[in-house]
């Protein structure tokens, strides 16, 4: 697997990217480390984070928080997914998977990480996606738009300023 993320982080011409994502599954595996060290010339600008509002969940990215402390990669922040469920219809919010233990929001300041946002559940993300469509496009006045929205707006803030910061060193 090592293999195949270098020839795809380094052999793909990339041309000019505002911003190159990189989804990986959860934990602190071999992939990990080499994406890191594939990228580490190119001055990422760091990790944004995903949990689920369950322990188990939290338990994974508390690793992870681990990791990219071991191997000096900034984290931007930490978003909490399946944060809730916002009917559609009567705008009532449902908490499937409870966080028992405090959540995202709790993990973030017991570790001085930023909570960039949470999205809650909504079946029209996956109807949006298996159609090929933009759901935030296609469902502007959802709750998990907005959330979206909001995530995006704190990562490229957190870009922006990165790579002012990085200018003024160099």
């Not at 028992?100 to 001085?112: S, V, Y």
Request: glycine share 8%.
């Amino acid at each position: 697997m090592p293999g195949m993320i270098k020839q795809f982080l380094r052999d793909v011409d990339w041309g000019e990217v505002d911003y190159l994502i990189v989804d990986t599954p959860p934990g602190t595996s071999d992939e990990h480390l080499s994406v890191v060290q594939y990228l580490s010339g190119t001055h990422i600008d760091g990790a944004v984070l995903l949990t689920t509002p369950q322990e188990v969940s939290l338990q994974d990215v508390r690793k992870e928080i681990a990791f990219c402390r071991k191997v000096n990669l900034p984290i931007i922040g930490v978003v909490e997914n399946m944060s809730g469920f916002v009917c559609p219809k009567c705008k009532n919010n449902s908490q499937i998977f409870p966080p028992t233990t405090g959540g995202a929001e709790k993990m973030c300041k017991e570790l001085n990480i930023p909570l960039l946002g949470k999205v809650p559940l909504d079946p029209r993300i996956g109807k949006s996606c298996d159609e090929g469509k933009s759901f935030l496009s296609e469902v502007p006045e959802s709750a998990a738009t907005a959330a979206y929205r909001s995530i995006i707006h704190s990562i490229k803030e957190y870009c922006a300023s990165h790579n002012l910061q990085t200018e003024m060193i160099e």
